[in-house]
């Protein structure tokens, strides 16, 4: 096992040094993220490709715990404003990197490493957008993320006579029939995982034309449309798990897994998860379906990284980039993420069944940002969502909270 792992690391290196080649490079790497623990194995396996080439760069894994970069975000914020750049941090494309970073002058142009490593027509030019303002192109993608998807067991379904819902009308419809079994209907977590549901029920309710205008304020957080998405959560909250406060998304899985729950809509870091921590085969000791009222439309995320301005170690991170956007860094932290490649060269048959069917649907389906990851707004609204969330769970108020979700919008310059 570990000799397979050392020769499929030698092979990615091989083909990295195809790319980029090797550099004389000392000192260390910070790398910054909020991979701990149980979501840590793709990382460690980039930073292994790039510790085969820097034997002298000394790599510094530094993560905060906390799915969605919940507490991660807090400490980088405070040591960027504190003048303590890490060398490299994750951020998603999308708002949470240009409405945040980029817009406040702390980050590094990469116009030039796309240039010099051959990337402008590697990613889609969709992406690149995301990650780029007319003054320049600021982080690199190491992935795509699905966020709506619907996670079980299929055996558990079959035992409990359940079909998986493909509107959340039916999931209404047999969710008193599995809590009459002792059954979570819906397994959920603390509360970003509410957030993170709040987006599918959104694109549900509204599709993705109505949902793409939240963002660009040409939809009222505040009109009929958007005080039914809050209507339709609130009767989805009613079949979820009382202590979802207290559990990680981790657990939230676990409770699919062990039988506890029927159903988990989650990104599809829950497939890496499953995969590489639990050890499950997708498609049989798994199953995944888009959440209720979203076929053909993938909320998409992507984790990408950049250069601090201010970065300590500012070689050793573009050597870093360099290996997180090559088609073979790609390759090998993907398969086991559940993600699937930014770039448009990847090898599928290193991917499972699940990032296959990934694949498929990212290039078919209609495509719409993730609000819970940083794709659709900056941080500052979704901060404030995060307390319209927390007040609206505590009240249930549809029309307050829409209401909540208008104003913070205007405050946070959506629309304007
Ligand atoms: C997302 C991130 C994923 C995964 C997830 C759970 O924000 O993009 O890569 O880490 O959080 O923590």
Redesign the pocket.
Known sequence: MRFLRSAAVLAAIVGVVGLVGFADLTGELEIF???AGD?GPALEALIEIYEGMYPDVDVINATVT????VNAKAVLKTRMLGGDAPDSF?V?AGQELIGTWVIADRMEDLTFLYEDAGWMDKFPSDLIGLLGTDDGIWSVPV?I?RSNVNWYIPANLQAWGVEVPTTWDEFLAIAPGLEAQGIVPLALAQNWTVNHLWESVAVAVLGADDYAKLWDGTLAFDSDKGIAVWEKLAEILEYTNADAASLS?QQATDMVVNGQAAFNIM?D?AAGYMTTTLGLEPGTGYGWAPSPGTAGVFIA???SFGLPVGAPNRDNCIAWLKVLGSVEGQDAFNPI?G?IAARLDSDLTKYNAYGQSAAADWAADVIAG?L???FAANEGFMNDFATVMEIFLASKSPTQAAAAAAAIALQNGIGN
């Open positions: 993220s909020w991979w979501e906390g799915g969605s970069g994750q998603h992935n993320h998304w990104g870091w995320l992507s984790d993420k993600s993730s819970a990851h940083g």
